[in-house]
């Protein structure tokens, strides 16, 4: 892929801020870009076509045993665009959340800022607003029903309402609410196919989630994570730390290191080449 260097500066903020960044970061922005250029890409082919897959040929596609890894595996895992796996600098002796944005959340960090960003300039809730900070980390070690797994991830350290709404957004996406300004994204007909209608259990936890006190909560997660995919709109992890400080519960042993039921989750993304 050729990659347009004038748009690849501009898109994270310049030259200069380009000079400022680590090796680390260089080459996670650049893989961002490139993923952002190959799905605009993919998306315009499919409009000018005047179609996108059934669910039929994507399943049709999974069957392909020669693919490099399986749609389920998180980025941590997988190579990028360039080829190459992402280079991962050594965490700290005591982790915090704030180490885990610098060193190990690509993509997710970026689009999980802009997300927190948003809900933050439109006055939500701090629950919410570090629920969008947080929704989307977890597609480093697994993408599948991710927002279990992420809720599963951040549950020992955050308030009840931050954990729901994260749980159930991944759900939510499938399902457009007027009252709120949601619809269901153009890029899932992509990705899951144009024919694609959620499964059972989307449809059934989707039911109960409506109904229950949290909704509005799970529901303002999938409002601010559909606007916040624009690559050159950089966004500091500063804003936030101060509500990080007064809602998440940060353990003196460090992540992955205070024995709580989803140490071991830190702990796969502290080190995700340990054998076993």
């Known amino acids: 892929m050729e990659i347009d260097r004038r748009k690849f500066f501009k898109s994270v903020g310049g030259a200069t801020a380009v000079a400022l960044m680590t090796s680390e970061q260089k080459a996670d922005a650049l893989e961002h870009f490139m993923e952002d250029e190959l799905e605009k890409y993919a998306l315009e082919q499919a409009r000018q076509a005047g179609q996108y897959p059934t669910?039929?040929?994507?399943?049709?596609?999974?069957?392909?045993l020669a693919r490099g890894n399986r749609r389920g595996a998180g980025r941590l895992f997988v190579r990028g665009p360039n080829g190459q796996l992402r280079p991962l600098q050594p965490m700290p002796e005591k982790?915090?959340?704030?180490?885990?944005?610098?060193?190990?959340?690509?993509?997710?960090?970026?689009?999980?800022?802009?997300?927190?960003?948003?809900?933050?300039?439109?006055?939500?809730?701090?629950?919410?607003?570090?629920?969008?900070?947080?929704?989307?980390?977890?597609?480093e070690?697994?993408?599948?029903?991710?927002?279990?797994?992420?809720?599963q991830l951040i549950e020992p350290?955050?308030?009840e309402e931050t954990t729901f709404a994260i749980r159930y957004h991944s759900t939510l996406r499938f399902f457009p609410d007027s009252?709120?300004?949601?619809?269901y994204p153009e890029g899932y007909l992509r990705t899951f196919g144009e024919d694609?209608?959620?499964?059972?259990?989307?449809?059934?936890?989707?039911?109960?989630?409506?109904?229950?006190?949290?909704?509005?909560?799970?529901?303002?997660?999938?409002?601010?994570?559909?606007?916040?995919f624009d690559r050159s709109k950089t966004v500091s992890i500063e804003p936030f730390i101060d509500i990080v400080g007064r809602h998440f519960k940060q353990p003196k042993e460090g992540l992955g290191w205070d024995d709580s039921p989803s140490s071991h989750m830190w702990r796969t993304l502290?080190?995700?080449?340990?054998?076993l």
């Open 55 to 64: 669910v039929a040929e994507l399943a049709e596609q999974d069957e392909d």
């Open 95 to 139: 982790p915090t959340l704030i180490d885990f944005f610098k060193y190990r959340f690509g993509f997710a960090s970026t689009h999980c800022l802009q997300s927190a960003s948003r809900a933050l300039k439109t006055g939500m809730d701090e629950k919410v607003i570090l629920a969008c900070l947080l929704h989307d980390v977890i597609l």
């Open 141 to 151: 070690v697994v993408t599948p029903d991710h927002g279990w797994w992420g809720a």
């Open 157 to 159: 350290y955050v308030p």
């Open 179 to 183: 009252d709120y300004g949601y619809e």
């Open 196 to 228: 694609y209608v959620p499964e059972p259990y989307l449809q059934r936890t989707a039911e109960k989630v409506r109904n229950h006190k949290f909704y509005e909560h799970s529901r303002l997660v999938t409002v601010n994570d559909l606007y916040a």
């Open 270 to 275: 502290i080190n995700p080449d340990r054998r």
